[in-house]
């Protein structure tokens, strides 16, 4: 497809008062476009519309899994800025890490809400802006819509489920001159990260059987760039960092082999004891 210039276009980013959605929503402006950034906090949102700019930015409070707040924001950003060209479906959370034995249901449905019915529902409720523009969207998976998902089963089931309608939808949006990307990113350095990984040893520990490369984090800049230079392109996929390109189209071959090696390595079995023995503590989302 040709390079869709941003410029003059109006963007809208959920989960955009910090970390990626922010640098998203920041690069966007960059490029020309006005920017909604929505997040749960009104005060963070408007704090971030007015880094982001004077006059093309806008703050909005709207949760995700709240269908009519989603509806609001689409309609509050046609009337401000006369229409809606690009969605990036940022807002995300993850659970403290427990074996799907002992996780809390309230934790593991509020992942699945927040990460893939929330994604839906922003996707939903714009699209038919996206289509009568000829615009793009953009839905946020990750690394862990191909790695085995073990610890953290409803983060990855969100993130498949994100893949696949990212996958179909673009497919779908073709005979309207419309597309859609979808963006796999491996460790962000965010506070989702902070919170999820860097506080939670058992965490840390789930991580030892990657390689150090792998692990390796990137700033919440370096991904916002690359959603946005995806969004130029009208790219199907944007992978951040780029060492994770490989995995991903060698998954095919690469995920039997690793999945046959969590089952017989020690250590990683030894992180599941653990795990299971979380069932009756407090498990906490994100947000």
């Known amino acids: 497809m040709a390079r869709y210039d941003l410029d003059g276009k109006v963007a809208l980013v959920t989960g955009a008062a910090r970390g990626i959605g922010f640098a998203t929503a920041r690069a966007?402006?960059?490029r020309g476009?006005?920017?909604?950034?929505?997040d749960l906090d009104a005060g963070a949102a408007e704090r971030a519309a007015a880094d982001v700019h004077p006059t093309k930015a806008l703050g909005l409070a709207a949760d995700v899994t709240d269908r009519g707040?989603?509806?609001?924001?689409?309609?509050t950003t046609v009337e401000r800025f006369g229409g809606l060209d690009v969605v990036v479906a940022n807002a995300g959370i993850v659970s403290r890490a427990a074996s799907m034995h002992a996780m809390a249901t309230e934790s593991f449905e509020r992942v699945l809400?927040?990460?893939?019915?929330?994604?839906?529902?922003t996707v939903d409720v714009a699209l038919p802006e996206i289509v009568r523009r000829g615009g793009h969207v953009v839905v946020i998976a990750s690394i862990y819509a191909f790695l085995n998902g073990a610890g953290a089963i409803p983060y990855a089931i969100s993130k498949a489920g994100v893949e696949q309608l990212g996958r179909a939808l673009r497919v779908e949006l073709v005979p309207h001159g419309a597309s859609a990307s979808v963006a796999y990113f491996g460790f962000i350095d965010t506070e989702m990260v902070h919170l999820g990984i860097d506080q939670d040893p058992l965490a840390d520990?789930?991580?030892d059987s990657l390689?150090?490369?792998?692990?390796?984090?990137?700033?919440p800049q370096v991904?916002?760039?690359?959603?946005?230079r995806g969004i130029e392109k009208r790219a199907p996929r944007i992978i951040e960092p780029k060492r994770w390109?490989?995995?991903y189209f060698l998954q095919g071959l690469i995920n039997p082999i690793s999945d046959r090696q969590l089952e017989r390595d020690e250590q990683v079995l030894d992180v599941m004891r653990k795990l299971d023995a979380r069932a009756g503590e407090e498990q906490p989302t994100t947000a």
């Open 69 to 75: 707040a989603m509806q609001r924001a689409v309609a």
């Open 113 to 121: 809400d927040v990460n893939l019915y929330g994604v839906y529902r």
């Open 33 to 38: 476009a006005s920017v909604v950034i929505v």
């Open 205 to 207: 520990e789930m991580l």
């Open 223 to 228: 991904a916002g760039e690359a959603i946005v």
């Open 211 to 219: 390689p150090k490369a792998l692990r390796k984090r990137v700033a």
């Open 28 to 30: 966007l402006a960059a």
């Open 245 to 247: 390109n490989a995995f």
